[in-house]
Nanobody, 121 residues
Framework: QVQLVESGGGLVQAGGTLRLSCAGS????????MAWYRQVPGEQRDLVAS????????YADSVKGRFIISRDNATKNTVYLQMNSLKPEDTAVYHC??????????????WGQGTQVTVSS
């Protein structure tokens, strides 16, 4: 059973920084993509940033220029989210996501339990 373990959330003032980490327990394969999503109560879970095996990254418009996603070079199964210039509207539960595309069969997808990020004004 693959598990994603997140850490790094917390309370920070507007303009501050936080760094989220997510470690995948899988060692037999490398996830195709890893990503961070966020969700506030009553709303859908939205993509914040994603990164593929080669380091190609995509960001939501709302975080471009402020957040940086990266992957561990050794295992490729750990992903980080450096969050700078945080705003109150960044407040949410942040979930780690990992996806494995296989040659045969449907892709496998895994989620972390979520970590709370709260930005005070």
């Amino acid at each position: 059973q693959v598990q994603l373990v997140e850490s790094g959330g917390g309370l920070v003032q507007a303009g501050g920084t936080l760094r989220l980490s997510c470690a995948g327990s899988a060692s037999a394969f490398r996830f195709t993509t890893m990503a961070w999503y966020r969700q506030v109560p009553g709303e859908q879970r939205d993509l914040v940033a994603s990164i593929d095996r080669s380091g190609g990254a995509n960001y939501a418009d709302s975080v471009k220029g402020r957040f940086i996603i990266s992957r561990d070079n050794a295992t490729k199964n750990t992903v980080y989210l450096q969050m700078n210039s945080l705003k109150p509207e960044d407040t949410a539960v942040y979930h780690c996501n990992a996806r494995l595309v296989r040659a045969f069969g449907a892709p496998l997808e895994y989620w972390g339990q979520g970590t709370q990020v709260t930005v005070s004004s």
